[in-house]
């Protein structure tokens, strides 16, 4: 199913990103919208810069991709000190991430992908061929419109992942 996610956690703190470098992974793409920082944080806080030091440290290589703008993204890039970003991702759609990765010389199969929606995120990461990481929403009250859409076809989305999954169906209800 191409929704499903390879893990549902309840924030980046429950992943255990030693394991998966320990697996092979190498890279990681996040989102950014509530996903590492909700829409009214105007600059990562120090905490959250520290977790992706923490990340850094381990020995990936992280890059923010996001349908946000490129001022929005240029400024946590810079606080996090990461490898780069890709804004207007346009996710679902792949092109534009797919492009970005080729250009940087990456290997789909090394990459693990962070996101809250399973109809963009998710999606996108799967048609990567992506490890595939669902993040609980970090604000639901801050999302957008179009982003309220998105979950309400999610329920009938969940319901065909547990058809498949059932395990990763319900840590997505229980979110
Ligand atoms: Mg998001």
Same mark, same amino acid.
């Given at each position: 199913? $191409?929704? =499903?996610?390879?893990?549902?956690?309840? *924030? %980046?703190?429950?992943?255990? +990103?030693?394991? !998966?470098?320990?697996?092979?992974?190498?890279?990681? %793409?996040?989102?950014?919208?509530?996903?590492? #920082?909700?829409?009214?944080?105007?600059?990562?806080?120090?905490?959250? %810069?520290?977790?992706?030091?923490?990340?850094?440290?381990?020995? +990936?290589?992280?890059?923010?991709?996001? &349908?946000?703008?490129?001022?929005? !993204?240029?400024? +946590?890039?810079?606080?996090?000190? %990461?490898?780069?970003?890709?804004? $207007?991702?346009?996710?679902?759609? @792949? /092109?534009?991430?797919?492009?970005?990765?080729?250009?940087?010389?990456?290997?789909?199969? !090394?990459?693990?992908?962070?996101?809250?929606?399973?109809?963009?995120?998710?999606? #996108? +990461? &799967?048609?990567? /061929? *992506?490890?595939?990481?669902?993040?609980?929403?970090?604000? =639901?009250?801050?999302?957008?419109?179009?982003?309220? @859409?998105?979950?309400?076809?999610?329920? *009938?989305? @969940?319901?065909?992942?547990?058809?498949? &999954?059932?395990?990763?169906?319900?840590?997505?209800?229980? !979110?």
């Amino acid at each position: 199913m $191409k929704y =499903t996610p390879r893990e549902v956690v309840k *924030s %980046i703190d429950d992943i255990d +990103f030693v394991k !998966l470098y320990d697996e092979g992974y190498r890279i990681i %793409i996040s989102d950014l919208d509530n996903t590492l #920082a909700p829409y009214t944080m105007e600059y990562p806080t120090k905490d959250l %810069i520290n977790r992706i030091e923490e990340i850094k440290n381990i020995g +990936f290589e992280i890059y923010l991709v996001s &349908n946000n703008k490129k001022k929005r !993204l240029e400024i +946590f890039s810079k606080a996090f000190n %990461i490898n780069g970003y890709l804004e $207007k991702a346009h996710k679902p759609k @792949i /092109n534009k991430l797919t492009k970005y990765l080729k250009e940087l010389n990456i290997n789909t199969n !090394l990459v693990i992908g962070l996101g809250d929606q399973l109809v963009t995120d998710i999606l #996108a +990461f &799967n048609r990567l /061929n *992506s490890y595939s990481i669902l993040v609980k929403t970090i604000d =639901t009250k801050t999302q957008k419109w179009y982003t309220k @859409i998105n979950r309400i076809r999610e329920k *009938s989305i @969940i319901r065909q992942i547990k058809k498949e &999954n059932i395990e990763i169906g319900r840590k997505i209800e229980e !979110l």
